[in-house]
């Protein structure tokens, strides 16, 4: 379990533990025979064997040779298995880079078009650092959060000990009551979107909470689109 | 074109039309690019580990593979249960009328959406406006592609127009309260404010 630094609505802050909410598939994939299989990569079309290699043995029309030789096919390595790999950079003619390369960041607006170019910013993740996740004052109700923001994430926390127990259980049950959901924001001022690590997505989060008798589910719902259309869209 | 979501409500079919909406339509969205001493695109490549190859795109392809490291093709393997029982593929939901049924807001915050998508009324019935209109939530099953694990979709009506919201149930589990020590009793017998200090 992993942790973070949150607040209470009244400012006071802990450390809890979370976990992602993951979807159990129902099935695994089988061979005919009922016996294990792995997912691989493999080798399909090895260098030297792409269409520009065979013009450049065969000439343009190569269909016969095709046909006759299977030049396209080295049966020593199609089909060879692929294990770990290192990226590396090639060079616009091709060649690897051996120095790091310069790195921009290109914004796209939603037209597709290129709007700017500029260094990248490092930004850094701010769920467990010293000014903690704190409530803001958008509170909305369940129905209302569901028809403004899709939720492709959720995380569940968790206490570590009784006064965990006791804080989030608190927290769970005054936002069950209300049937509300709270926007949690992080930063110095407790509005920036949260950021799980260095560079990562930018989520914005609603706080949601469930209370069975002492039992109690404290979701942290993150969003990275609201429900809406596109403007061009009617 | 793609055939229609059609939702079967209260006995009554209704039919939407769809288009999948996802983050870059609505927003800017940032992309890196390695550029090279130049100022030219840099391409990513993988090295193998034994330096024998370097995969470029196009290069490599995924399968499934057996014990035996044989190569066994899509349409020959088969799925089963946690139980070892062969499961069936379920077929596209697309054009074939989906029972609905009314779900709340906290179901679908039990929702792990996957692919959001916009809908255009082609014929809806009445009943199932009048629900959406008011508020309403419904759920329904969705295969876009046949295979083995239909995703849940729910159906609601926003400011904005009607989504199909689809994904995995990801139902979290209750968190039992701490064990608590035990409270001392006050009026025990044996406690008395005779603290013993000869054990120092």
């Known amino acids: 379990m992993r942790e973070l630094h949150l607040a209470n609505k009244e400012g006071r802050d802990s450390t809890v533990l979370y976990v992602s909410m993951t979807h159990k598939p129902t099935h695994r994939t089988v061979a005919p025979d009922g016996g294990d299989v792995t997912f691989r990569r493999y080798l399909a079309n090895p260098d030297g064997f792409d269409h520009d290699a065979l013009v450049d043995a065969h000439g343009e029309d190569y269909a016969e040779a095709l046909v006759e030789g299977d030049p396209e096919v080295d049966i020593e390595q199609i089909g060879r298995l692929i294990g770990s790999t290192d990226d590396v950079f090639l060079t616009s003619e091709g060649k690897v880079l051996h120095a790091p390369p310069r790195i921009v960041e290109i914004l796209i607006g939603p037209d597709g078009v290129e709007k700017e170019r500029r260094n990248p910013v490092n930004e850094e993740g701010n769920v467990l650092v010293e000014h903690a996740l704190r409530h803001t004052k958008m509170r909305l109700k369940r129905d209302k959060v569901v028809r403004r923001f899709v939720f492709g994430r959720t995380i569940q926390l968790r206490h570590s000990d009784g006064l965990t127990y006791d804080f989030l259980f608190a927290m769970a049950k005054e936002l069950d009551e209300a049937d509300e959901c709270v926007l949690i924001g992080g930063g110095k001022k407790g509005r920036d979107a949260l950021r799980f690590q260095n560079n990562g997505k930018p989520y914005r989060a609603f706080l949601e909470g469930r209370v069975d008798g002492p039992r109690y589910q404290l979701l942290l719902h993150l969003s990275e689109m609201e429900l809406k259309r596109p403007e061009d869209v009617t | ?200």
Request: charged letters at 25%; aromatic letters at 8%; a negative charge.
């Open chain 2, 1 to 200: 074109m793609a055939k229609p979501i059609v939702v079967q409500f209260g006995g009554a079919e209704s039919s939407f039309d769809f288009a999948k909406l996802d983050r870059k339509k609505l927003y800017t969205t940032r992309r890196r690019q390695a550029l090279d001493a130049e100022g030219k695109p840099c391409r990513r490549a993988a090295l193998t580990r034994d330096g024998r190859y370097l995969l470029q795109a196009g290069m490599t392809a995924q399968g499934y593979f057996d014990a035996a490291g044989a190569w066994v093709p899509n349409k020959a393997l088969k799925a089963v249960d946690v139980d070892g029982n062969s499961v069936q593929k379920h077929p596209s939901t697309l054009g074939v009328a989906q029972e609905a049924v009314l779900a709340t807001a906290r179901d679908l915050l039990d929702l792990k959406v996957a692919v959001t998508y916009m809908l255009e009324p082609l014929e809806v019935d009445a009943g199932l406006r009048e629900v959406l209109d008011g508020g309403g939530i419904v759920r329904l099953p969705m295969v876009y592609r046949a295979g083995y694990d239909p995703a849940t979709a729910y159906l609601l009506g926003t400011d904005n127009g009607l989504f199909l919201l689809t994904g995995n149930p990801t139902p979290p589990e209750w968190v039992e309260p701490a064990a608590t020590l035990a409270v001392i009793d006050e009026d025990d017998d044996d406690d008395d404010d005779d603290l013993d200090f000869d054990m120092f």
